[in-house]
Structures are given as structure tokens and as C-alpha cells.
């Protein structure tokens, strides 16, 4: 049984030592670097996710704004408002004016919006 454990370990740390030595040689970059990048990545992605959210409830809750027809996309800061359904020139203005107004908008399109 001593003899059996004692091949078992050996070979569990040769698969180990072979795993880790292919594993590094597939990665290009060292662990830290590619974690740091993937963290900015993480992100990026939540300040976009925010952004979309908090614009979408703040135009929802505008009166005179048609919030609930209106498509609320971030990439990188920037916002893009669209809609299927016409709004007046005035709306398209304040969708844009509290869009803009919202911490870590970069720049807002509302190009997608259709005017009347």
C-alpha cells in the first residue's frame, strides 16, 4: 500500500511539472499582466453596464420622454440612444441633455433616435 501512495504522489507531481511547463509555454505574457489586463477589462464592463443603466432609468423617469422606447447602448463611455418609435426634437435634446449629464458619459450618439 506505502509503495502504491508513494507512485501515486510521484506521478500526480510529474503531470503537475508537465502541465505547468506546457502551460507556460502557450502564455506569451507573464500571469500578473494578463490578470491586470483582464481586471481592466472586468471593468470597463461594469462602468459600461452602469452607465446603461442609470441613463435608462433616468430617462424612464423623465416625463414628456418616451424612457421605455428608447435603446440605451455604452461602449467604452460612449452612449448610443435609439428608438422604433418618432420623438420630438425636444426629447431627442433632453434624452441627450441627461445622458450627458450622467458620471463617466464620454461622449452620447443619439443619431438612432427618429425624429418627428
Same mark, same amino acid.
Given at each position: 500500500?506505502?509503495?502504491?501512495?508513494?507512485?501515486?504522489?510521484?506521478?500526480? +507531481?510529474?503531470?503537475?511539472?508537465?502541465?505547468? @511547463?506546457?502551460? +507556460?509555454?502557450?502564455?506569451?505574457?507573464?500571469?500578473?499582466?494578463?490578470?491586470?489586463?483582464?481586471?481592466?477589462?472586468?471593468?470597463?464592463?461594469?462602468?459600461?453596464?452602469?452607465?446603461?443603466?442609470?441613463?435608462?432609468?433616468?430617462?424612464?423617469?423623465?416625463?414628456?420622454?418616451?424612457?421605455?422606447?428608447?435603446?440605451?447602448?455604452?461602449?467604452?463611455?460612449?452612449?448610443?440612444?435609439?428608438?422604433?418609435?418618432?420623438?420630438?426634437?425636444?426629447?431627442?435634446?433632453? @434624452?441627450?441633455?441627461?445622458?450627458?449629464?450622467?458620471?463617466?458619459?464620454? @461622449?452620447?450618439?443619439?443619431?438612432?433616435?427618429?425624429?418627428?
Amino acid at each position: 500500500m506505502k509503495k502504491f501512495a508513494i507512485a501515486a504522489a510521484t506521478a500526480t +507531481a510529474l503531470t503537475l511539472t508537465m502541465a505547468n @511547463a506546457a502551460f +507556460a509555454q502557450q502564455s506569451t505574457q507573464a500571469p500578473m499582466v494578463v490578470a491586470a489586463g483582464e481586471v481592466t477589462h472586468a471593468k470597463e464592463a461594469t462602468s459600461d453596464t452602469w452607465i446603461t443603466t442609470k441613463v435608462k432609468s433616468d430617462l424612464v423617469t423623465e416625463k414628456g420622454i418616451p424612457g421605455t422606447d428608447i435603446k440605451v447602448e455604452t461602449n467604452k463611455g460612449v452612449v448610443s440612444l435609439s428608438s422604433t418609435v418618432a420623438v420630438t426634437e425636444a426629447q431627442k435634446a433632453t @434624452a441627450v441633455r441627461i445622458t450627458k449629464a450622467i458620471k463617466g458619459v464620454k @461622449a452620447v450618439s443619439a443619431d438612432g433616435l427618429k425624429a418627428e
